[in-house]
């Protein structure tokens, strides 16, 4: 079983938006949400908490990504990366 840590979320999307040089509808259209819901969030309105985990998975560091998929999942990054080899 795989334990639980605290990883960091993103929480400025309008900035790391901008920093990947992409529309609003880009951005959100890759996790499922539409640009006025985007834009929404991006002015401060709270993040389901499952659209923040798809958000941290899409746009957060891999390894963060790997970590965060993996405690999703209930197994060790060790694991996962395991059932990938096969």
Do not use: C, H
């Amino acid at each position: 079983m795989a334990t639980t840590k605290k990883l960091p979320s993103i929480r400025n999307y309008r900035e790391l938006r901008r920093k990947m040089n992409i529309s609003q509808s880009e951005f959100w259209s890759r996790i499922g949400v539409t640009q006025s819901g985007g834009s929404r969030y991006e002015t401060m309105r709270k993040v389901p908490k499952t659209t923040q985990a798809v958000i941290d998975l899409t746009y957060g560091p891999l390894d963060a990504a790997v970590e965060r998929l993996a405690a999703m999942r209930g197994i060790t990054v060790a694991e996962l990366l395991a059932s990938q080899a096969k």
